[in-house]
């Protein structure tokens, strides 16, 4: 039901239209295909459905923007938030990077492989930090670390211990 424009589609006779869609409890902006779903639905809130007639129903974010039911290409980096210094997502032909867009900084890379680097593009092994890193709980299943800094800590240490390789000041 509503207002909408048709348009005759390719020698195959399949019509397309633009236009209002009444759902009964609101109006909504659709382009589509007679006789199957709605490819392209706007509700009176601005919000986007593609592939779904109902961009706000459930899901972790109960309240989308845009709703894609289906696979989604991007072309290109997706936004975390507005602003100039908003981290976003790039992905790219090795893996996906978290950046900074204030600096283009890369702080996080995640390659196809597996390997994960934290202020590292390239990392080496399954998981390279590039900076301090901090915990508060036990160091669980190690075998073997290798150092190029310092290692410190201000704990007690018990237990029999594997070997410690280090490159610098222990």
């Given at each position: 039901?509503?207002?909408?424009?048709?348009?005759?589609?390719?020698?195959?006779?399949?019509?397309?239209?633009?236009?209002?869609?009444?759902?009964?409890?609101?109006?909504?902006?659709?382009?589509?295909?007679?006789?199957?779903?709605?490819?392209?639905?706007?509700?009176?809130?601005?919000?986007?459905?593609?592939?779904?007639?109902?961009?706000?129903a459930?899901?972790?974010?109960?309240?989308?923007?845009?709703?894609?039911?289906?696979?989604?290409?991007?072309?290109?980096?997706?936004?975390?938030?507005?602003?100039?210094?908003?981290?976003?997502?790039?992905?790219?032909?090795?893996?996906?990077?978290?950046?900074?867009?204030?600096?283009?900084?890369?702080?996080?890379?995640?390659?196809?492989?597996?390997?994960?680097?934290?202020?590292?593009t390239?990392?080496?092994?399954?998981?390279?930090?590039?900076?301090?890193?901090?915990?508060?709980?036990?160091?669980?299943?190690?075998?073997?670390?290798?150092?190029?800094?310092?290692?410190?800590?201000?704990?007690?240490s018990t237990?029999?211990?594997?070997?410690?390789?280090?490159?610098?000041?222990?």
């Open positions: 039901e509503g207002a909408y424009i048709t348009f005759q589609g390719d020698l195959s006779g399949t019509e397309y239209f633009l236009g209002r869609y009444d759902t009964g409890d609101e109006d909504k902006f659709a382009i589509g295909r007679q006789g199957t779903a709605y490819d392209f639905i706007m509700d009176s809130s601005g919000n986007v459905g593609i592939g779904t007639e109902t961009p706000t459930g899901g972790a974010a109960s309240t989308p923007k845009l709703h894609v039911n289906g696979p989604l290409r991007v072309d290109g980096n997706i936004a975390i938030a507005d602003g100039s210094a908003t981290p976003y997502i790039s992905a790219g032909t090795t893996g996906l990077q978290f950046r900074n867009n204030a600096n283009s900084a890369t702080l996080l890379t995640i390659l196809d492989g597996g390997k994960v680097g934290i202020g590292n390239a990392p080496p092994q399954k998981l390279t930090v590039a900076g301090n890193i901090s915990a508060s709980g036990a160091l669980m299943g190690v075998t073997h670390i290798t150092a190029s800094g310092n290692i410190s800590g201000s704990a007690t237990g029999s211990f594997g070997a410690l390789i280090s490159k610098g000041s222990t």
